[in-house]
């Protein structure tokens, strides 16, 4: 038994030194212009994913949206979403593909996450992927706001995204209130 204990010891211990080593080293290419290994996306993917669920767990969405909420996302999503993660009949900016990971092309990947998780991941971020934080720059109400539009992205047609939010636009510009 000494001797198992002993080589799993060892087995870590050279697994942190070659750990170590390419951090020293600087043997691992974090340049964003090539794709993270597939152990990487592996990693990071689980992890993100994982702490995403754990975090939004005690967080309790509203029970419904309104079209205002939707109107008001759109416009927040206009302004600073659309650029990174492309809408119906918009594709995302040509230095947002550059990004790693590549954000998601938020129609498709919307749907693999619950309002609840929506709200955490627009509030708080994500680390080393690029998605800031907008909760220093914006209340929970603009947040939900944001995830109402969100969840009504899947199936909307290239139309309705240049419409949605338009209403609420001119209700603001107008000097009501949006």
């Known amino acids: ?3 198992f204990v002993g080589g799993v010891l060892a087995a870590i211990l050279v697994a942190a030194g070659a750990g170590l080593a390419v ?5 691992y290419d974090v340049a964003a212009s ?3 290994t597939a152990l990487g996306r592996w990693v990071l993917e689980t992890t993100s994913r994982n ?3 754990r975090q939004a767990a005690g967080i309790r969405p509203p029970s419904g949206f309104t079209d205002e909420q939707v109107g ?3 416009r927040h ?3 600073s979403c659309v650029y990174c993660h492309g809408a119906p009949g918009e594709d995302s900016t040509d230095w947002a593909s550059g990004m790693r ?3 998601p092309y938020l129609p498709d990947a919307v749907g693999e996450w619950s309002d609840a998780q929506l709200f955490w991941i627009v509030k708080h971020g994500i680390k080393m992927s690029a998605m800031p934080a907008f909760g220093s720059h914006h209340g929970d109400e603009d947040i939900w706001a944001i995830v ?3 969840k009504t992205l899947p199936g909307m047609s290239p139309e309705q995204y240049r419409t949605v939010g338009e209403q609420s636009e001119q209700g603001v510009a107008g000097g009501k209130a949006g």
């Open 1 to 3: 038994m000494k001797r």
């Open 23 to 27: 951090v020293l080293t600087g043997a």
């Open 34 to 36: 090539t794709s993270h």
């Open 51 to 53: 702490s995403v669920v």
């Open 72 to 74: 008001q996302g759109a």
């Open 77 to 79: 999503y206009k302004e």
């Open 101 to 103: 990971p590549e954000p």
């Open 148 to 150: 109402a539009f969100l």
